[in-house]
């Protein structure tokens, strides 16, 4: 695909970037730096800013304050053209009355390449997309994963520095949106270019993502890798969004370092317990994992100090693993358990915390106090 | 238990009762249909027979009683050894395409800038053009006849062009506008980063894409231009030189005193050309005119 050393650094450098709309701010002081092929996702709620940003780089929207740098080069006042960057749309946005070869040649076209190098890359990234046999069709005439993936093509025949894509996988049903999923990585291993990828799901962040921006209300809420978003949230909103289903938040009152609820007694360990400390005799939220809770005598977490009590409400048998929805004290918690426990609606039941996998937020800041 | 034979017939007595219920059902809708259609086509078929009954039938019974009469085709015959005929309908070609062409190039060109193109005072100016499609026509006649007059164009096709175009173009941009804002703005966004300037977009993805939309305003100008004889009276005047068909027709009566059932085959003679550019594009017409609503 890439005829030597094309793009030399890729780079992606974000400062200080607004993004106002008269007196609404959408995006607020985003400062980031995307490392040369890397895969960074931007996650978020609808309506967090993630395509607002997603589209400043692309030179779509005006950034307000702040520079945007790719590569070498200060891009704030350059025309998308010259920014050297390629853009995946949710909605494909292929351009109907062409087909599939012309989709992908339009851009090399405008562009003056010769024809003989047009060819030759558009049958390449057909190769590699295998939509080799559809290139004499219109795009009418495709189904969506085939037309996402012309959208694909068209990007990848640019051999840009940075590949923006905008929730592409979002129109697609859920088998060949996982398909799609894989794929994209395999090419983003393959082509070895930059690539930020605006999505709501957080499945999809943590699988593709080399490192997530988790944002909320058009602030960055926290820049990490997958697992360390899991392992170590720095704020309760970051630990509701990333994991699925959502981490249980319970409101406990710390008494003689220990967290207390009606139907609950668990005591924190190591750095947690530390960090609670100033916390004694108050409130705060305790936040544990649906698979970090067992049912008493079902789970390898062994028992201690660790042990709520609750009714169960909801049982959701998926299979491998059933999620129980148990009212501890009148706050709902869930719990993943194994799929071949049989627990009814109305059971009393012992649940077990595994202690070194508690999180812990200050009520009014719900910032995470620390843990190791 | 039932056969398996009986349940086969009785499926199929089932399809073919549901089959006539739906023929029986769907009767009055065309019964309707059928009036509507025959009431609308009335006018239009005593135009028809009286253009072949001889002036002193038509003088004398209403065109419903033809049968009874006798045929002629010399309405026809007298239509088409008038002198000014093919000349007359060579203006009417002269005056229309070039309005249409000149009125779907300038519209086209400015709702493409209204709906994609930022600049001050888009919406104002948006706004007054659309107000514009209330002016009468009758109220701007003297001032612009009085502007062509001191321009010296009185009388020929520029002066007809300009005026038709400028009637035709608040309707043709509004028009346009509303197609053109339906398009997918990922779509022209994926032509900017792709490198495409404004032209270019618009060139080679907006009026590629609009096809039915540019269609079927085309014709509503054509058709409208064609039919017109108020402003190209005006404008043009009676002069056979310049004068299109619309003017000569008209003229037929006073030329003849009496002869008005020339006009019935003349006016027969000058549908020929929109029929023939409405039946060419009739597929884009009824698209077009679903474009802005329901898009396929």
Avoid at chain 1, 246 to 262: C, I, K, P, R, Y
Avoid at chain 2, 48 to 76: C, M
Wanted: aromatic residues 8%; hydrophobic residues 45%.
């Amino acid at each position: 695909m890439r005829d030597g050393a094309v793009n030399t650094m890729s780079e992606v450098i974000l400062k200080g970037v607004y993004k106002r709309y008269g007196k609404t701010v959408a995006v607020t002081d985003f400062n980031l730096h995307i490392e040369d092929k890397e895969f960074m996702v931007f996650v978020g709620p609808s309506g967090c800013g993630k395509s607002t940003t997603l589209r400043m780089i692309a030179g779509l929207e005006e950034i307000s304050d702040g520079t945007l740098q790719i590569g070498e080069k200060i891009c704030n006042d350059l025309p998308p053209k010259d920014r050297d960057i390629a853009m995946v749309f949710q909605n494909y946005a292929l351009y109907p009355h062409m087909n599939v070869y012309e989709n992908m040649a339009f851009g090399l076209r405008l562009r003056k390449t010769p024809k003989d190098l047009i060819d030759k890359k558009v049958r390449e990234a057909a190769g590699i997309l295998q939509i080799e046999h559809l290139l004499g069709r219109k795009p009418k005439e495709l189904s969506g994963g085939q037309r996402q993936r012309v959208a694909l093509g068209r990007a990848i025949v640019r051999e840009p520095k940075v590949f923006l894509m905008d929730e592409p996988l979002s129109n697609l049903d859920a088998k060949l949106r996982v398909e799609m999923r894989s794929q994209i990585g395999k090419l983003h291993r393959r082509l070895g270019t930059t690539i930020i990828y605006v999505t709501h799901d957080q499945v999809e962040a943590m699988t593709m993502g080399t490192r997530i921006v988790v944002m909320k209300d058009g602030f960055i809420q926290q820049c990490d890798t997958p697992l360390n978003l899991y392992d170590f949230p720095k704020n309760k909103f970051v630990a509701g969004f990333i994991g699925s289903p959502s981490m249980n938040f319970l409101t406990v009152s710390v008494q003689n370092g220990m967290l207390n609820a009606q139907g609950l007694k668990v005591s924190p360990e190591g750095t947690l317990a530390q960090s609670l400390r100033p916390y004694e005799g108050k409130q705060v939220w305790m936040g544990i994992r649906p698979e970090h809770v067992g049912l008493k005598g079902f789970t390898n977490i062994p028992v201690g100090e660790n042990i709520m009590e609750g009714e169960v409400e909801v049982v959701e048998p998926l299979g491998a693993q059933t999620d129980i929805l148990v009212s501890v004290g009148g706050q709902i918690l869930t719990a993943k358990v194994d799929g071949h426990v049989m627990v009814n609606a109305g059971d009393m039941v012992q649940l077990v915390v595994d202690r070194s996998k508690l999180h812990a937020f200050d009520l009014q800041s719900e910032n995470a106090l620390g843990r190791s | 238990m039932t056969s398996p034979r009986i349940i086969v017939r009785q499926a199929e007595k089932a399809k073919n009762n549901a089959k006539t219920r739906a023929v029986l059902s769907s009767i009055p809708l065309h019964v309707v249909l059928l009036v509507i259609a025959s009431l609308w086509f009335i006018p239009a078929l005593g135009l028809l027979v009286s253009s072949f009954r001889p002036p002193d039938a038509i003088a004398n019974s209403g065109w419903w009683t033809a049968l009874s009469g006798s045929f002629t085709l010399e309405n026809y015959q007298n239509v088409l050894q008038h002198n000014d005929l093919g000349q007359a309908f060579l203006n009417s070609v002269l005056v229309t395409v070039p309005t249409t062409i000149m009125t779907l190039l300038i519209a086209s060109i400015t709702a493409f800038a209204f709906a994609w193109m930022k600049f001050a005072g888009r919406d104002l100016m948006f706004y007054i053009i659309v107000g514009l499609l209330v002016v009468p026509i009758q109220m701007t006649m003297v001032p612009v006849l009085k502007m062509f007059t001191s321009l010296g164009i009185t009388g020929t096709f520029p002066a007809i062009w300009l005026a038709h175009t400028g009637y035709g173009l608040p309707f043709a941009i509004y028009l346009l506008r509303a197609f053109f804002s339906e398009l997918l703005k990922e779509m022209l966004e994926s032509a900017e980063i792709d490198g495409a300037s404004p032209l270019v977009i618009f060139l080679r993805l907006v009026l590629p894409t609009s096809v039915s939309a540019l269609a079927s305003l085309g014709i509503f100008q054509f058709l409208w231009v064609w039919n017109d004889l108020l402003i190209a009276l005006i404008y043009l005047g009676g002069q056979p030189s310049v004068a299109p068909l619309t003017v000569m027709v008209s003229n037929l009566v006073n030329q003849y005193g009496q002869g008005w059932q020339l006009l019935t085959a003349a006016a027969f003679l000058s549908m020929i050309l929109p029929l023939m550019v409405f039946f060419s594009l009739q597929r884009y017409f009824v698209r077009g005119i679903l474009a802005g609503s329901v898009k396929g």
